[in-house]
């Protein structure tokens, strides 16, 4: 008789183990590691005089955390511990972004870097890596996916308005939205529908946040700020917003007169008039609490607001005048150490998020509504290459370097390090939705 070809029982067991296995950390894997699903493609040839650029290929390689990691974070979920961003540092991707200057038609002129020429591409090439804790990249399907049925909205300065189009770039990928409102100079006011998940995302212009007369060439020199008044061009909306995104900061630093009820409460650099100067920083408190104080105010009469996200202030990095060259010529973060937050960045990201903290215990009673800083005072400063400078405005050497060159600072190109706010927002957004379900 010819042998028994099958195997032994034991075998068998072996081989169904490894394979569920194998299975098992697939589906893992996967869960807290999805896959992008578009990839950054290079934006060489839009830039003028690239023979000494180095092509990168249009799809880079993909390298997945390894396993540990991914133990890691599934071990920071289940015991609910959020992942601190504020400590960590800047570490080289091959992959870079998500977009480029052409995939979306949102970003402003001025922080286009690709289309305005500047001729080096090493600055979106870093990653955010914290400490303690691993930063997934930005998942555009899953980020639509919790803002369905929501409006989200971002409320500020052009702070805001650059993280806002940062992330429209980067949803642009995976899904194409309508622009269905806009309004006021500038586009300040706009707002995009994405009909694949039914979400809304809209941006604000309010420099204050409370209520302001912006300096104008034909009225007062300096700003009106009403430190008790909330603006209502963005407050009068909350009862249709479910997320809120607050930036603001950079408009506190210019002269401007202070109100508080009826009362002149000062002025900050306000030379000839008969006012006491009092600075700028008692002054952004009282604008963030009164903003936050009615926030939660009307979420508690409405029951509609329920995230509440407050983007930390962003250090700029001129080193050299406005308007000569080399205001900002850094081409690399910084390391670890080889930069400190302090002074005004660590006093105004410390008045922002004290006064975040304070509401949140305000609103403690009130069931459903969420309040977070999202820090990104520190992991900006590290990155002083990552804005546009002279390439605010197109091609600015195409003649040679002349007498007068200005440069930009303190917004950021897009794409850029201003990405990684988001994909810390998505972040935060996900470990919420995980208490939620947790809760339910």
């Known amino acids: ?35 992008h699903h578009l990839v950054f493609h290079s934006a060489v040839d839009l830039l003028p005089n690239t023979k000494s650029i180095t092509t990168t290929t249009s799809f880079p390689s993909v390298s997945f955390p390894s396993l540990s990691s991914s133990l890691s974070q599934g071990k920071e979920i289940a015991n609910n511990t959020p992942c601190d961003y504020t400590k960590g540092k800047w570490v080289r991707d091959k992959m870079g972004p998500l977009y480029n200057g052409t995939t979306c038609g949102t970003i402003k ?16 090439y870093w990653r955010w890596k914290p400490k303690q804790c691993n930063l997934p990249r930005f998942d555009p399907e899953t980020f639509l996916s919790f803002l369905r049925n929501k409006h989200l909205a971002f409320v500020g ?39 694949s998940h039914n979400a809304t995302i809209s941006v604000y212009w309010s420099p204050f946040l409370v209520k302001g007369i912006e300096k104008s060439t034909s009225g007062p020199d300096h700003n009106e700020l009403y430190v008790d008044y909330v603006d209502e061009r963005w407050a009068a909306d909350l009862v249709h917003i479910d997320i809120i995104v607050l930036s603001v900061g950079h408009w506190f630093l210019h002269p401007a007169v202070y109100f508080e009820g009826d009362t002149v409460l000062g002025c900050h650099y306000c030379p000839g008039l008969n006012h006491t100067e009092i600075g700028f920083y008692d002054v952004l408190r009282k604008a963030v609490k009164t903003s936050l104080k009615t926030i939660i105010e009307r979420r508690g009469s409405s029951g509609n607001i329920t995230d509440v996200i407050l983007t930390t202030f962003s250090p700029s990095h001129f080193e050299g005048e406005w308007d000569k060259a080399g205001a900002c010529p850094k081409t690399k973060p910084y390391k670890e150490g080889e930069k400190m937050l302090e002074g005004m960045d660590a006093e105004m990201r410390n008045i922002e998020v004290q006064e975040l903290e304070s509401a949140k215990e305000n609103a403690k009673k009130l069931k459903g509504l969420r309040l977070e800083a999202l820090d990104v005072t520190k992991l900006s400063l590290m990155r ?57």
Request: proline share 8%; net charge neutral; charged share 20%.
């Open 1 to 35: 008789m010819g042998k028994d070809l099958n195997p032994h029982p034991f075998f068998r067991k072996l081989l169904s183990w490894t394979f569920y296995a194998i299975i098992s950390i697939a589906i893992f894997r996967f869960y807290f590691y999805p896959l």
């Open 109 to 124: 002129e001025g922080q286009n870097c690709f289309a305005h020429g500047r001729p080096d591409m090493g600055y979106l």
């Open 157 to 195: 300065d052009s702070m805001a308005r650059n993280q806002l189009e940062s992330l429209l770039c980067m949803l642009f990928t995976v899904s194409l939205p309508k622009l269905i409102y806009r309004s006021g100079e500038d586009n300040k006011f706009r707002r995009w529908h994405f009909a």
């Open 384 to 440: 002083p290459d990552g804005h546009p400078g002279p390439y605010m405005y197109p091609n600015p050497f195409a003649n040679g370097v002349q007498e007068h060159v200005q440069n930009d600072c303190v917004h950021w190109c897009l794409p850029g390090p201003i990405d990684t706010w988001n994909e810390i927002l998505l972040d935060v957004i996900k470990r919420w939705e995980g208490q939620s379900r947790r809760v339910e």
